[in-house]
């Protein structure tokens, strides 16, 4: 996977998004497997309706993750049926319904005829279990308008009709002809007659990632349109033993290559003629790759770009070109290089697929993970615990591996705590939706506790966690606190979620309340605190996202509310960063609400406890501002003004931004270079788990 980081949409119009839609995951160029994959199928195509295994909820990254097209990243058949296929009948049968579904292929399946290609259509996973999954003899055709469709961890192999540069059968592993957003990963494409990926008449939003494509003329044709609109990602792929299209891009908008393996080996019959070629308008991006052997390893013609960086070439002949002008990936989405050196082993070891629980692929820095305990959690008592807190009380102290606590759908009206010694805990909804999972409470900062006193404000959180390395997933967490029926209590203030620890990982959540929705906090002042949160929503209306957290709020939607008795006034962010430290970062998101117009505050600066040392930090860029926005979005706290701290914004978009002045700081590039995604996640990539 990929490092997180992420700048400005994408050129396409990004569209509104409401609260349940599944929004694209940032996924990692390195992926864990769930439960499916190695213990085998236990089940024929009838068991449709299955749970779906915790893989299922993986989604794309690289430009298949582009909210673009009216389709808001790759998630495939998530929130569907998953069932079982052994046969062709079967397999032929789900992946061509209209309706999603995650089709676990457990079998090897011979096509008939020869060359067949099943018509996939859109909202389809279609993944192997383990190593089992194998199609023989012909593949998936993908056609205009499809869309949303996963391919992973197949074998697909041997239609190969004994002549080398076939022209009469025109046998594809997987075939585009004008789809979009489309993700190929951890799979054995090879032997195939003609290529192995085609990615033709406007395709776009795909990412190839971590496949092996080899034995094969071609293998992978790109473009062959007059048309300039193909957006696509390569990485992390092993590409040996094929003469040509490796890939040959044609007409590209944006390909980004990078942590790809190409090698022709010596003494073999089959003798590479090129490697990466960019043809006609494409613009390439080419990085850190690794050409072991390779005959003109990297080509353009005269009117196409192609910048080149980090690239290693060990005994290679030939042409090798560059010129012109590329793009920026980081302007669309995340992701991390691997060091050059690396790219043989990675992928050697972790290309194509895989075969047990827990398997990654795993970079030289990062040791092979420990495959995850599960504890189960369902209100029905179909589960081992009943309660959430009961299954985080069963995770052993100081755990050295991850827990995950999966939770059934249901609304679990209870408190929460992760407690510092219990680490690398994840809890995740099960349901098909965020909301069809809610944990829910309803205590303030001046409910009375039993025994005495109120809670205080980071007291009243419905969930607190306080270990490292946490992960949330595809649910709801709420504070429901009454205001308006509580008038007379002192102290509004009611915490959905408190973080107060380092690499909390916020992913595909709800987080919502009134007052105080967002506690992003450090164990101490002096301890650093990171949080990384994406593809979720924030609701709330009064400082709603606080805290002194290093704290990333990347491509979500912070919705705001109307106050307990109907008025519009707010704070999206008070910020308490200490001095030297990263505070509050917004990228990428939207900020909406059904509020009055020019009625909230982008942020203040929160000196908890009237600390002057402390240096309050919110920056929002290349975010969509609602006309709730003031045009004086920042103000003062409590003595303390905005202007002597950090607030700025750049690039930001939509009724509520505006033009930089005295009272509206922008970041000039140079500044913004220096505050992205990667500057305040450090050495930290957050990778689902």
Do not use: C
């Not at 996924?27 to 024929?44: D, K, L, R």
């Not at 007409?251 to 090698?263: G, K, P, T, V």
């Not at 589960?383 to 939770?407: D, F, H, L």
């Amino acid at each position: 996977m990929s490092e997180i980081r992420s700048k400005a949409r994408h050129r396409r119009s990004r569209t509104a998004l409401a609260a349940g839609v599944p929004l694209a995951l940032t996924a990692a160029g390195v992926m864990s497997y769930g439960t499916v994959f190695g213990v085998g199928a236990q089940s024929e195509a009838a068991a449709a309706g299955a749970a779906a295994p915790a893989w299922a909820a993986d989604t794309a990254d690289g430009f298949a993750s582009v909210n673009s097209l009216g389709q808001n990243g790759t998630y495939g058949g998530r929130g569907g049926k998953t069932v079982t296929v052994k046969t062709l009948a079967d397999l032929e049968k789900y992946a061509t319904a209209a309706e999603p579904y995650v089709i676990v292929v457990a079998a090897t399946i011979t096509m008939n005829p020869v060359g067949k290609e099943i018509k996939v259509q859109s909202d389809k996973t279609i993944v192997g279990a383990g190593t089992s999954g194998h199609i023989v003899g012909g593949g998936f055709f993908l056609g205009s308008g499809v869309h949303n469709v996963i391919i992973r961890n197949l074998t697909i192999r041997d239609a190969y009709q004994g002549v080398w540069n076939d022209k009469d059968h025109d046998f594809d592993a997987i075939q585009m002809d004008g789809a979009h957003h489309v993700w190929i990963d951890h799979n054995d494409l090879r032997n195939m007659a003609d290529g192995l990926i085609d990615v033709r008449k406007d395709t776009t939003n795909v990412t190839v990632s971590w496949n092996k494509l080899g034995n094969d003329n071609k293998a992978f044709g790109i473009g062959w349109t007059d048309n300039v609109v193909t957006d696509i990602t390569i990485h992390h792929n092993w590409i040996r033993e094929t003469e040509q299209r490796n890939p040959s891009t044609d007409n590209a908008a944006h390909a980004h290559l990078y942590n790809n393996f190409l090698e022709d080996v010596a003494g073999t019959t089959i003798k590479s003629s090129y490697g990466n070629y960019a043809r006609g308008k494409t613009k390439m991006l080419l990085e850190n790759s690794y050409f072991q052997g390779m005959n003109n390893p990297v080509i353009k013609d005269g009117t196409a770009s192609l910048v080149q960086k980090g690239n290693t070439f060990v005994s290679t002949t030939g042409r090798n070109e560059s010129g012109g002008t590329a793009f920026d990936p980081k302007t669309y989405y995340g992701y991390t290089l691997d060091k050059t050196a690396d790219v043989p082993g990675l992928l050697k070891s972790g290309a194509g697929p895989r075969s047990s629980i827990g398997t990654t692929a795993t970079t030289a820095a990062s040791p092979k993970a420990a495959a995850a305990t599960t504890l189960t959690v369902a209100k029905d008592g179909t589960g081992q615990y009943s309660t959430v807190q009961a299954a985080v009380n069963a995770v052993p102290a100081n755990n050295p591996a991850r827990v995950v606590i999966a939770v059934k759908p249901g609304t679990y009206r209870e408190l929460v705590k992760v407690p510092s010694n219990k680490p690398h805990v994840t809890i995740q909804g099960t349901g098909g939706s965020r909301k069809d999972t809610t944990i829910v409470y309803n205590n303030a900062s001046g409910t009375p506790k039993p025994g005495g006193g109120t809670y205080g404000t980071g007291g009243s959180a419905t969930v607190a966690v306080e270990a490292d390395d946490f992960q949330a997933r595809n649910l709801t967490i709420s504070n429901d606190f009454d205001e308006a029926a509580n008038q007379s209590l002192n102290g509004h203030q009611a915490v959905a979620l408190r973080t107060a620890a380092d690499k909390a990982f916020l992913d595909s959540v709800i987080v919502e309340g009134d007052q105080d929705t967002l506690l992003l906090d450090t164990a101490a002042k002096d301890r650093l605190g990171r949080v990384y949160m994406r593809n979720s929503y924030i609701v709330g209306n009064v400082d709603f996202i606080f805290g002194r957290a290093t704290a990333v709020i990347d491509g979500s939607v912070i919705t705001l509310k109307k106050r307990w008795n109907g008025t519009s006034a707010g704070y999206v962010t008070a910020p308490s960063t200490a001095a030297n430290r990263k505070g509050i970062l917004i990228a990428n998101s939207t900020v909406n609400g059904n509020v009055s117009d020019r009625t909230f505050h982008l942020g203040r600066p929160w000196h908890a406890g009237g600390d002057a040392s402390l240096d309050p930090q919110t920056t929002v860029r290349n975010t969509s501002l609602s006309a709730a926005i003031k045009s004086t979005p920042w103000t003062d706290m409590s003595g303390f003004s905005w202007k002597d701290d950090r607030f700025a914004e750049y690039k930001n978009t939509g009724p509520g931004a505006g033009a930089a002045g005295s009272e509206r700081p922008h970041l000039t590039d140079a500044q913004a270079a220096g505050q992205e995604i990667a500057d305040w996640l450090g050495d930290w990539t957050p990778t689902a788990s």
